[in-house]
């Protein structure tokens, strides 16, 4: 997404090589405890009963949660105010103290505070619960089904990189990406391992193009770019 936002010095497709998927990483949909809503379906139905009156923190401009939050306001069909903060950490403390109504955020910093009560999670933007959260539910279940919006990681190599050096280094990140306390840590960061067929150059490729494909018209429509 980033290359649909910022002035970049290179191409991201054409400049690099594909090595291997590593993980996913969906965001929670939160908002502060006072919302009087108690699952997604009644909090589209409270922005709809006073569009544009509720604000919605992003980390930045073109952030992720930014994004997530354009993409929100066309599926559900609601209007509200965008707050772009200078990163998460504040965005989310302003959540918790309620000086701002909902925003959307990655599990491994949001979910110490749903956890503590401090705010609700109203669902995970993934076809599939979150292992460390399982009693989140995701969009499809919540009632907002097609609202997926993840972001991922991925080893890429220079362009001409020679094939047998991607190849070696494909199959020392899926050896990495086998161990247990690996996957262990992925898990507690709240992130999602690509299953081990996916984990290969063709099937970054794809997902790379049908992200470029998807997002930066959604982009470009809003007429998001960095300040």
Not at 3 to 28: C, M, R
Not at 40 to 50: D, E, M, Q, Y
Not at 169 to 185: I, K, M, Q, S
Request: net charge neutral.
């Amino acid at each position: 997404m980033d290359a649909a936002i910022y002035t970049l010095h290179y191409d991201v497709v054409k400049d690099f090589e594909p090595i291997a998927l590593l993980a996913k990483n969906p965001v929670l949909f939160l908002a502060k405890n006072a919302v009087p809503a108690n699952d997604l379906t009644g909090l589209i139905a409270w922005l709809k009963v006073s569009p544009d009156k509720a604000l919605f923190g992003t980390a930045s401009v073109g952030s992720p949660p930014h994004i997530a939050g354009v993409l929100f306001q066309q599926i559900a069909g609601t209007r509200f105010q965008f707050v772009h903060y200078r990163g998460g950490a504040p965005m989310l403390q302003d959540l918790v103290a309620g000086h701002i109504d909902i925003d959307a955020d990655a599990p491994v910093t949001a979910l110490p505070h749903v956890r503590a009560g401090s705010i609700k999670a109203f669902a995970v933007t993934a076809r599939s619960r979150l292992p460390s959260a399982p009693d989140i539910p995701t969009v499809d279940e919540a009632g907002l089904p097609g609202f997926y919006f993840t972001s991922w990681f991925a080893f890429f190599a220079p362009k001409g990189t020679p094939k047998p050096i991607i190849d070696k280094l494909n199959a020392a990140t899926v050896g990495a990406l086998a161990a247990p306390e690996v996957r262990a840590r992925f898990g507690d960061l709240g992130l999602d391992l690509y299953p081990r067929e996916e984990q290969t150059p063709e099937a970054l490729t794809a997902v790379q193009k049908a992200d470029i494909e998807k997002w930066w018209p959604i982009i470009k429509a809003a007429g998001i770019k960095a300040e």
